[in-house]
């Protein structure tokens, strides 16, 4: 099994930063991916930002320029930084790891609130 901890959410005013953080913990091979996805209310899961074992990335259009994802493979964990936010950047973000133990399998964290008050 795998746990995925996030950490680093909170209200901030438009302009604002914010660094998410997700540690992956448990028994596996090794995490091909990570990244971050979010839920605004009343809309669908969307990737913001993913990141692969080798260091390429990926990301919404909606974040270019604004949102940095990097990872720490020793440590197991991804982080956001999430420079000049908008109102629009409210939403619940979600961790997400794809793991390999005997076969992949993606695990999700349990959410942490982003609220941007404008």
């Known amino acids: 099994q795998v746990q995925l901890v996030e950490s680093g959410g909170g209200l901030v005013q438009a302009g604002g930063s914010l660094r998410l953080s997700c540690a992956a913990s448990?028994?596996?091979?090794?995490?091909?991916?990570m990244g971050w996805y979010r839920q605004g209310p009343g809309k669908q899961r969307e990737l913001v930002a993913g990141i692969t074992s080798g260091g390429s990335t990926d990301y919404a259009e909606s974040v270019k320029g604004r949102f940095t994802i990097s990872r720490d493979n020793a440590k197991n964990t991804v982080i956001l930084q999430m420079n000049s936010l908008k109102p629009e950047d409210t939403a619940v973000y979600y961790c997400?790891?794809?793991?390999?133990?005997?076969?992949?399998?993606?695990?999700w964290g349990q959410g942490t609130q982003v609220t941007v008050s404008s």
């Open positions: 997400n790891a794809v793991v390999f133990m005997i076969v992949t399998r993606g695990y």
């Open positions: 448990g028994t596996f091979s090794r995490i091909n991916s």
